[in-house]
């Protein structure tokens, strides 16, 4: 089934695709859900008969609970979850771009507040810089759990959704430090020394407002039997930039899901965002030229299976900009 969240006629709803026009209240087909998370906390009793009702309401339908989709304002299909949990450069193409990495799945965290829906805009401040698309495969967790099996880790799955994971590349410049990091000595664990490193936090660059375009739909596990075998395609102003698929991860669905649950619980409605597809095929221009303080847009993002996630971007002039010559200063200078 394809799910989402809602609002229309003033009420905030979540609702199943009936066909490509029109959606159905899912407290109309007998399962009551105040919003997404209600029902996957409840996915294992709820869904089977929701998927029964859905079935039954497409082989006679009520037109008066048809809700169309151009009637709608869409939300993330997840409202708030507890954790956005982001894969760092997991795309085997950028494995050649590596000075140094983990042999591990690397993650970061984006706050739920950097999520808007489908067709609703991305907001590109003036004084953010440099910005760009970053089309993923999204993973919404179902059961969860700590210390997941790699070989359970699909069961701990309610679904799938599209995320662009937008970054912020001006922001990551101005926030990086080139500093000595203090590491408990290896010769001698009780004295400290000092290491050389280059290190930016991802606050800014990965989770300002309007930094998480997430849905249209979250897609039942049933229905994507292989999610690491996805088509994907990102257009930014109609021009394609990136052509790529989840088969390219360096770490799949599975693998991600049983590493981060070894260091975080994983709750329902969790989002893991799985890593960029950015292969721009040849002749094209690639993501990170894509800048969308130059552009207005829309971003469209499509998975097999799963949809188009579509944005138009907002530009807005600020005038912080200039107050940048003087930034606040550290107490006591």
């Known amino acids: 089934m394809k799910l989402a969240s809602i609002s229309h006629a003033g009420r905030e709803r979540v609702v199943v695709q009936v066909d490509e026009q029109h959606v159905v209240d899912v ?21 089977p008969g929701l998927a029964a009702a859905l079935a039954s309401f497409r082989s006679r339908v009520d037109h008066t609970r048809l809700i169309p989709t151009s009637q709608v304002v869409w939300r993330p299909p997840v409202r708030r979850p507890g954790k956005i949990c982001g894969v760092a ?20 965290l984006k706050p739920s507040s950097c999520l808007v829906g489908h067709l ?3 907001h590109i401040y003036e004084y953010y810089g440099s910005v760009h698309p970053e089309p993923e495969l999204a993973v919404v967790i179902g059961r969860g759990g700590r210390s997941i099996p790699q070989s ?33 000595s290896k010769d001698d664990p009780d004295k400290l ?18 930094f998480g375009p997430l849905g249209p739909w979250v897609v039942t596990r049933d229905e994507v039997p292989n999610p690491d075998d996805l088509a994907v395609t990102c257009r930014v102003a109609g021009e394609l930039v990136a052509e790529d698929s989840t088969k ?34 040849p002749g094209r221009k690639s993501i990170h030229l894509a ?4 552009t207005a847009g829309p971003v469209e993002v499509t998975i097999t299976g799963l949809g188009t996630l579509s944005n138009p971007v907002e530009f807005i002039p600020n005038a912080w900009q200039d107050a940048r010559s003087e930034p606040p200063k550290p107490p006591g200078d």
């Open 27 to 47: 407290n109309d087909l007998g399962t009551p859900a105040t919003d997404m998370l209600s029902l996957i906390e409840r996915s294992a009793s709820a869904l």
């Open 291 to 294: 800048n969308l303080a130059r």
């Open 89 to 108: 450069m997991n795309n085997s193409a950028s494995n050649a771009r590596k000075i140094s990495a983990p042999n591990h799945p690397a993650f970061f």
């Open 120 to 122: 609703q805009p991305i």
């Open 248 to 281: 390219y991860f360096n770490y799949n669905v599975a693998a991600v899901v049983a590493f981060i649950s070894r260091f975080q619980t994983l709750e329902p409605g969790d989002v893991i965002s799985m890593g960029t597809a950015f292969k721009p095929g």
């Open 152 to 184: 359970e880790a699909h069961e701990a799955v309610f679904g799938y959704t599209i995320c662009n994971d937008i970054t912020g590349n001006g922001m990551r410049a101005e926030d990086m430090f080139h500093y000595y990091a203090l590491y408990a």
């Open 193 to 210: 020394e000092r290491v050389e490193q280059h290190l930016s936090y991802a606050a800014r660059y990965k989770g300002s407002d309007t």
